[in-house]
């Protein structure tokens, strides 16, 4: 219960444990600089020196446990990282990224980005919903040309440069729960516009077809 052990040279050998008590340290280093100790409420392994701590190991790798066992994180030698929560998986370095298990969330709403306008991520695959906030745009083009949004209020395609072009086998217009036609157009066929989803004018190879009166006020 009072002093120090200090070996100066050769090796002193154990043949059963070892105790230390509340924040006594076990000291490594010329310097002190490795240090282990416990507090009484939490443990300790501080490097005081120059230098890094370097932990290494000889099988497959590192792992840090919960003292029942659970894994919080395995560091797997020529391999992956694997961090956890509550024994789950949830990040995994691979060959050629990393593989997240769950939701990827920011720290604050409407606060952080996804890269930015000068480092910017090649593609985006996604088998779900994009969903975004009233006036939000998506922005496409290098001076953002084209833009598509929702006001609150209103919906909008809005093109700054050259034609806005529609391109498809066939295009048709309808009204929001895809039950009525409103316009259709064929290519190298006809246009077709509509009345309450009756058709009352047609383009055709010598003019148009009216179904019903046409109506003029001069």
Do not use: C
Not at 120 to 135: E, I, P, T, V, Y
Not at 179 to 185: D, H, L, R, V, W
Not at 199 to 207: A, D, I, L, N, R
Request: charged share 25%; proline share 1%; net charge negative.
């Amino acid at each position: 219960d009072g002093g120090n052990v200090t070996v100066e040279s050769g090796t002193l050998t154990l043949n059963n444990n070892l105790f230390l008590k509340d924040s006594d340290k076990l000291v490594l280093g010329t310097g002190d600089d490795l240090q282990l100790y416990h507090t009484g409420n939490h443990s300790f392994i501080d490097d005081t020196g120059t230098g890094d701590l370097i932990l290494r190991a000889a099988g497959e790798g590192i792992k840090l446990q919960k003292y029942t066992g659970e894994d919080i994180a395995k560091f797997i030698a020529d391999g992956a990282v694997e961090l956890y929560y509550d024994d789950s998986k949830k990040f995994e370095t691979t060959s050629d990224g990393a593989t997240l298990t769950g939701r990827l969330s920011p720290a604050a709403n409407d606060t952080y980005g996804l890269g930015q306008a000068s480092l910017r991520w090649a593609n985006l695959f996604l088998s779900g919903d994009l969903d975004m906030s009233d006036n939000d745009k998506i922005k496409l083009g290098a001076s953002d040309d084209l833009q598509i949004y929702h006001d609150g209020s209103n919906s909008y395609i809005k093109n700054n440069t050259g034609v806005l072009r529609l391109h498809g086998t066939e295009i048709q217009i309808r009204d929001e729960d895809n039950n009525e036609n409103i316009a259709k157009f064929f290519p190298q066929g006809a246009v077709e516009l509509y009345y309450d989803n009756s058709k009352k004018f047609e383009t055709t190879s010598t003019g148009i077809t009216v179904t019903g009166d046409v109506n003029s006020t001069s």
